[in-house]
């Protein structure tokens, strides 16, 4: 079979072939490619064919990692017409939580923090028939398996299979791992050093025979120092407090008493954000032996004893006593690290390890090729150098001419800059949301910087919700509230969305064809600063100005300009994008625009009337 035959549509879009050799080489030869192209051109055929194809001549396999599980399922839709056309054993793993069958039947809502504990005092005690069956029904669960890594279906029908054969479905999925040429998953599969080994110890392919796909990469600093930085609130070790208290573990208690006077005594005599780790293991030390606070901290992080009465006794584990463990653990082994620095703010006490880049390269060293895929890596140096590449590793950019029919303005009268964000402002902010609201016929998508912000504004839009069907992205949206959502979206046109810059809405969820008319990002959603940021900036080992790109700008435009993206889905797309923001109207930032967002550019103060005029004469 050759790429064309591969390729799961009947042609190749302009650009789509190109990408295909360039992913294909690079597998081939086992180096390190980062792909730049736009949004809705329509990547993921192009990298799984050169994948698929290269891991097919050399026997080796495919990790494909996406962010969100909407975007594994993504993948799994082009992997499917793939295999239409040639067999090609493919497994999708979630984490364990999303599969248990067992969780249905609690007498209580299993939380997400309880449940590693649930499944394994089930499993231990023999309390789990669905996981029994895995060793007892041979037969069953191998043709299960079979089915599962032959053809692509829906994650609820692969649940409902397993439900009627009564067997565990993450199970079922971890032993399809193991001849599955292709896993798609989510990053944690990858970057948690204690999930990865479920991945690297299946399957009959070492890292050096595997070759790694990661999508949406320009999140990739974000998440690793996301990932390796662990909070710990005052208010969580009080919560500590009253939980063991519950419990009847008084020497925990005590403990725990102490060591939040230790700490509240600690931060008030030091005023800088940055915290000496010694002296703070001193202080919590006080005047116990050296082996008291390791002890404590192990206790504490362990729990399990209370882990397991908890769950034998029909509740969730207390889990602010495990995180309480978790932070003091790690501060324990984090003098050794010099890259590891504690800061605190008035709430709460961080271990932000800063070597963000050299995680990163740790994690990926021993794989044969590495494939990133954004829409926004530009700046591309700065983008290498911010997770430790060299420039050695190949970009390939698809072709940038290649462009959607896209008006671009930038409205300079208003912004959410912190110190800008009076009523008057608010009052701006709607008059202008609402006239393109009333110009624009079709779909429309709010991209606002922050849960706060968007609670303010939902109030002042009330009255679209009077002629449009207005629908709020919310904090914690489970799938089915989200789902129902876009469903709801999509099916009524005209509707509003009202969502966040770097939600579930705005990456990783699509609007072809005549679904949004116009994306409109309400602000620039710079992080305010914070004492995890102040660390990063006095450790990166950038240059201010870069530090401040990296750090701070460049993921706050990138969330920008996915936003603004959503509904340019394919290259015969015409749409507005409104960027309501005079700081968007920087030389610098505009550089860093895609091409398709400059190449009709608008900017200034516009009232209603010029407002409407300019989507008329756009005339969608
Ligand atoms: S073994 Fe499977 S079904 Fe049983 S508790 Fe664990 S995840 Fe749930």
């Not at 072939?17 to 490619?33: F, M, P, W």
């Amino acid at each position: 079979m050759n790429l064309e035959e591969l390729f799961p549509y009947s042609s190749f879009r302009e650009g789509q072939r190109d990408l295909t050799d360039s992913v294909y080489e690079s597998c081939k030869n086992g180096s390190r490619l980062v792909v730049e192209a736009m949004s809705g051109f329509g990547k993921t055929a192009p990298v799984l064919t050169g994948a698929i194809l290269a891991a097919e001549e050399d026997d080796n396999r495919i990790i494909y990692t996406c962010r969100t599980k909407r975007q594994v399922f993504r993948v799994m839709e082009e992997i499917e017409r793939i295999q239409r056309k040639t067999p090609l054993s493919t497994t999708y793993l979630f984490a364990k939580n999303d599969y248990c069958l067992l969780k249905e039947m609690s007498r209580f809502p299993v939380s997400q923090e309880s449940f590693k504990w649930y499944c394994s005092f089930n499993v231990t005690n023999n309390l789990c028939s669905y996981f029994m069956n895995i060793s007892l029904m041979n037969k069953e669960v191998n043709s299960l398996v079979k089915e599962f890594s032959s053809s692509v279906r829906s994650h609820s029908k692969f649940l409902d299979t397993c439900r009627s054969t009564h067997v565990c479905p993450y199970e079922v999925a971890r032993l399809a791992i193991a001849n599955s040429r292709v896993v798609v998953t989510t990053y944690h599969y990858i970057f948690d050093e204690a999930s990865r080994s479920i991945l690297l110890n299946n399957g009959r392919w070492t890292p050096a025979e595997t070759i790694v796909v990661i999508d949406e990469a320009h999140n990739l600093r974000d998440f690793m120092r996301d990932a390796s930085t662990t909070e710990l609130s005052f208010a969580e070790i009080e919560l500590a407090i009253k939980d063991s208290r519950e419990l009847y573990m008084e020497r925990i208690e005590s403990s725990l008493v102490e060591i939040l006077r230790s700490l509240s005594d600690f931060c008030a005599k030091n005023t800088s954000w940055y915290v000496e780790k010694n002296s703070l293991i001193e202080k919590i030390s006080g005047s116990h032996d050296a082996t008291w606070l390791p002890n404590i901290a192990f206790e504490l992080s362990t729990c399990s004893g209370v882990a397991w009465q908890s769950i034998a006794t029909g509740k969730n584990l207390p889990t602010s006593i495990t995180r309480v463990g978790d932070f003091l653990r790690a501060l324990l082994s984090s003098p050794g690290l010099e890259r590891t620095v504690v800061a605190k703010s008035d709430r709460a006490m961080f271990l932000i390890d800063t070597d963000t880049s050299s995680r990163f390269l740790g994690l990926v060293r021993d794989y044969k090729s590495l494939v990133l895929l954004s829409a926004t890596i530009n700046p591309s140096d700065l983008f290498l150098r911010s997770i430790g590449l060299d420039e050695r590793t190949r970009i390939h950019k698809v072709n940038p001419n290649q462009t959607f029919q896209a008006r671009t303005i930038i409205d300079t009268g208003v912004s959410t800059r912190f110190k800008m964000r009076t009523s008057e402002m608010f009052r701006k902010l709607t008059g202008k949301i609402s006239a393109i609201c009333g110009a624009v016929r079709g779909g429309v998508g709010i991209f606002v910087p922050s849960y706060s912000m968007l609670e303010s504004l939902r109030p002042l839009l009330l009255d679209l919700g009077k002629s449009r069907n207005l629908l709020v992205e919310a904090r914690s949206l489970g799938n089915a509230e989200s789902e129902e959502i876009m469903r709801s979206f999509k099916s009524t046109p005209g509707s509003v969305l009202l969502a966040v810059q770097g939600g579930r809405f705005s990456e990783g969820e699509d609007f072809p064809g005549e679904q949004m008319d116009a994306s409109v990002v309400v602000g620039l959603s710079l992080p305010p600063p914070s004492p995890t940021m102040y660390a990063e900036y006095t450790q990166s080992g950038f240059g201010k100005h870069d530090a401040y790109l990296v750090i701070s700008l460049l993921p706050a435009l990138r969330k920008a300009i996915q936003s603004a993206g959503r509904h340019m889905r394919s290259p015969d797309k015409r749409g507005l994008v409104f960027f309501l923001d005079s700081r968007f109207d920087d030389r610098e930032i505009i550089e860093m625009f895609p091409a398709w967002l400059k190449q009709d550019l608008h900017e200034g103060d516009f009232q209603r009337q010029e407002i409407e005029q300019m989507v008329r004469d756009f005339a969608l």
